[in-house]
């Protein structure tokens, strides 16, 4: 099992999921906080993202070979809507309509004609 989670195949799929989760925090994380002054803002999400870009790096250098990088660019897209969905839900309080559902369906159908190119 361990291996098979530090593939090429899987370990930059994790790592994506990772660094998303804090590039979420870094960018939209501060509007939970109005108050906040806009330098303090920019100065904890760039701190957030330093961490986004030391899983983000790795994810593509692993992961290039394995997939394209338009696979891997899609791979990172599909995964960071899925983790922007959770959090605007979850952490902002913003309700999804079927419009995002839909715009989300159609972003996912052009991921599948990416991982259908040779």
């Given at each position: 099992m361990i291996a098979f989670l530090g593939s090429a195949r899987v370990a930059p799929i994790l790592l994506l999921l990772v660094s998303?989760?804090?590039m979420t925090f870094a960018w939209y994380g501060h509007l939970k906080f109005p108050r906040l002054g806009m330098s303090t803002a920019i100065l904890m999400s760039?701190?957030?993202?330093?961490?986004e870009y030391c899983l983000a790096v790795p994810a593509n250098r692993i992961g290039?070979?394995?997939?394209s990088a338009a696979q891997l660019k899609t791979i990172q897209e599909v995964i960071t809507l899925l983790i922007f969905s959770g959090f605007s839900v979850f952490v902002l309080g913003e309700m999804l309509s079927w419009r995002h559902l839909l715009g989300f369906a159609l972003i996912a159908?052009?991921?599948?004609?990416?991982f259908q190119a040779k």
């Open positions: 998303n989760l804090f760039w701190g957030i993202a330093l961490i290039y070979g394995v997939y159908a052009g991921a599948f004609f990416i």
